[in-house]
């Protein structure tokens, strides 16, 4: 490209120079614009994930106390068939209320078992 100097400079050729500047102007606003909004989706998407991520968390941890609980259960059922039916001259009623507050604490351990946890 060859430079013209400032005293050779025609109207023509100095709109030609505006309009080109504002094209620069433009194009230079338009990837400052792509650029934000990349580093806000970018950060949209570190939010997404990290919520995603405590979701899991807090999903596996139910997991576990479902299966902790479960367990719990069949400990309960095993202790049941191992002692067996009552024993004679005991009071079914009592008996079976007694297995029922096992069976409820199997299910929702006292609060002194989960640390306060309800």
């Known amino acids: ?62 997991g576990h106390m479902s299966e902790t609980d479960v367990q719990r259960v069949i400990d309960l059922y095993e202790q049941w068939v191992k002692s067996g039916p009552p024993p004679l001259g005991t009071s079914i009623s009592r008996w079976w209320d007694a297995r029922l507050v096992e069976l409820h604490d199997a299910i929702l351990p006292p609060l002194r078992e989960t640390g306060g946890q309800s």
């Open 1 to 62: 490209m060859n430079r013209i100097s400032i005293n050779d400079l025609t109207s023509e050729q100095l709109d030609e120079l505006y309009t080109r500047a504002e094209q620069v102007e433009e194009l230079l606003r338009i990837a400052e614009e792509t650029s934000n909004r990349s580093e806000t989706e970018r950060a949209r998407a570190v939010q997404r994930a990290e919520q995603a991520e405590a979701a899991a968390r807090s999903y596996a941890a139910l």
